[in-house]
């Protein structure tokens, strides 16, 4: 099956810092992915979709300037959250859809739990 | 109101009992519906794709009633590795349209108990 891989697994960082997290298809490329954040106790709220070459389309209330995603290629996104503070502690997934597979599904990566002290 | 709404529990059932999880969704433009696993601290696993005709997949009945909007789970003879998160998933949009995105409901957990 399809499988989506996510770098960090794991980060701890000082509030004011940035952090990058990358997120990967690695067996099929993927034209669109997604990023989403679940705190404690909740589902997952998406972010933003990524199409590979163009700029991602954020959700309401999510801050484009915050959260920077980049879509260089069909088997890399990143998102890098920008002056990290506490309330952004979460863990965030990523998702891939294929271009050539089944319409309606998305493949998750295993997520990357965020610690801003 | 929640675009997907579900029921969080927990629901605590013993093993071999049956249990069923309910969703309801506003969107009644929604194009494809499933049904997510997902473990404590980890991502959401695919468990099946709900269909109007229903569907099963060994232990697991999905059915969806489009007039009602509304989605079911059921778990035959649950085992302890069932216990997990149970989520509603629903996809607005056509594959090709920029409303195409996945809704999830908030989850239903279940612990099935020795």
């Known amino acids: 099956g399809a499988v989506v891989s996510q770098h960090p697994s794991w980060v701890i960082c000082k509030s004011g810092t940035s952090v990058k997290i990358e997120c990967r298809s690695l067996?099929?490329?993927?034209?669109?992915m997604f990023w989403y954040r679940q705190f404690p106790k909740q589902s997952l709220m998406l972010m933003a979709t990524?199409?590979?070459?163009?700029?991602?389309?954020?959700e309401q209330g999510v801050e484009k300037d915050k959260f920077l995603i980049n879509h260089a290629s069909l088997t890399l996104s990143t998102l890098t959250v920008t002056s990290a503070h506490p309330e952004d502690s979460s863990f965030y997934i990523c998702?891939?859809?294929?271009?050539?597979?089944?319409?309606?599904?998305?493949?998750f990566g295993p997520g990357t739990r965020l610690t801003v002290t | 109101r929640k675009e997907v709404e579900q029921d969080p529990g927990p629901f605590n059932v013993p093993e071999g009992a049956t249990v069923a999880f309910n969703c309801t969704y506003s969107?009644?433009?929604?194009?494809?519906f499933f049904w997510y696993r997902q473990d404590c601290r980890k991502e959401p696993k695919l468990l099946m794709s709900?269909?109007?005709s229903g569907n099963e997949d060994g232990r697991f009945t999905a059915q969806l009633n489009r007039a009602s909007q509304y989605i079911s789970l059921l778990i035959r003879d649950s085992k302890l590795s069932d216990s997990a998160t149970y989520l509603c998933?629903?996809?607005?949009?056509?594959?090709?349209?920029?409303?195409?995105?996945?809704?999830f409901g908030t989850g239903t957990r279940l612990k099935v108990l020795a």
């Open positions: 998702s891939a859809r294929s271009h050539t597979g089944g319409p309606y599904e998305q493949y």
């Open positions: 067996d099929f490329q993927a034209t669109t």
């Open positions: 990524s199409n590979e070459g163009s700029k991602a389309t954020y």
């Open positions: 969107n009644s433009a929604s194009q494809s």
């Open positions: 709900v269909y109007s």
């Open positions: 998933v629903v996809n607005r949009g056509w594959f090709t349209s920029g409303t195409y995105k996945y809704i």
